[in-house]
């Protein structure tokens, strides 16, 4: 899964684009921030797992 899918997957999950570092998508929802890569490939499971516990997302198939 690349970077912007999992963006869009955050956004439906109520997370907001607070704003965009580089190539990084700094996600905000309540009081936590997460940085999403968002480079022109696919991220690599570990860091897609990490994201995903970081987002409070559950079944996360790539």
Do not use: F
Request: charged share 25%; aromatic share 4%; net charge positive.
């Amino acid at each position: 899964m690349k970077g912007k899918d999992l963006v869009k997957k955050a956004q439906k999950e109520g997370w907001v684009i607070d704003r965009v570092h580089g190539s990084h998508y700094i996600m905000a929802k309540m009081n936590k921030t997460v940085s999403i890569p968002c480079h022109n490939k696919d991220l690599g499971v570990g860091i897609y797992n990490a994201l995903l516990k970081q987002l409070g997302i559950k079944g996360g198939n790539k």
